[in-house]
């Protein structure tokens, strides 16, 4: 069975420093990873995903997520926090070919000036 | 093109009487997905529709739970009898079936009072 656990629930950085959102799967197949990202008051939008081609993913708005096997790790980053990126973040994994998508708890990223 | 859009946006009601939540997937999408958010935690499937084939109903949490879809185009779900652990935001999504990246609605806000 697939499973998700963000190991932050609240993550707090100044603007202009690097953000890291921490993210550990579980799957019994070659898995799909995906990044949602939750505006107040908005609908969830996609960040970027992995399905399995470079392990390196880059995604919209500067972030970036690399999956590790090894570690079955695929934790979100981005250089430089800007005030725009305050919100709620999801990872979430699918088997290949599934269409069920679980989700982590979230995390939720504040940006202090 | 357009997105997936829900309707109602917020939907006040109180225990014991039916509702209908409606979505309009992204025209040419054939897959659709139901999901339920709670305050503060992550996303729960709830079903799935691929074209004309039975639908995997295997995240409704009762039988007070159901919904349809007519063709590939919108869906309906309908909660009968609500109870007040039923208050949530209710999120429709749908993809292509390659790829199969979910592209989600704005959401129903509904609370039983």
């Known amino acids: 069975a697939q499973s998700v656990t963000q190991l932050d629930s609240h993550v707090s950085v100044s603007e202009g420093t690097p953000v890291l959102l921490r993210c550990n799967y579980s799957s019994s197949y070659s898995p799909s990873l995906f990044w949602y990202v939750q505006h107040p008051n908005k609908g969830l939008q996609l960040l970027l995903k992995?399905?399995?081609?470079?392990?390196l993913v880059k995604g919209i708005n500067g972030f970036e997520a690399e999956f590790k096997k090894s570690e079955t790790s695929f934790h979100l980053t981005k250089p430089s926090a800007h005030m725009s990126d305050a919100a709620e973040y999801f990872c979430?994994?699918?088997?290949?070919?599934?269409?069920?998508?679980?989700f982590g708890q979230g995390t939720r990223l504040t940006i202090n000036p | 093109g357009a997105g997936v859009s829900q309707s109602p946006s917020n939907k006040v009601t109180e225990k014991g009487k039916d509702v209908e939540l409606r979505c309009d997937p992204i025209?040419?999408?054939?897959?659709l997905y139901w999901y339920r958010q709670r305050l503060g935690q992550g996303l729960e499937f709830l079903i799935y529709f691929q074209g004309n084939s039975a639908p995997d109903k295997s995240g409704l949490p009762s039988d007070r739970f159901s919904a349809e879809r007519t063709g590939e185009s919108v869906s309906t779900l309908t909660i009968q009898r609500t109870q007040q652990e039923d208050s949530a935001v209710y999120l429709c999504?749908?993809?292509?079936?390659?790829?199969?990246?979910?592209?989600f609605g704005p959401g129903t806000r509904l609370t039983v009072l």
């Open positions: 025209s040419g999408h054939t897959a």
């Open positions: 992995y399905t399995s081609a470079a392990t």
């Open positions: 999504a749908s993809s292509l079936v390659k790829p199969n990246t979910q592209y």
């Open positions: 979430v994994v699918s088997d290949q070919g599934a269409q069920k998508l679980v």
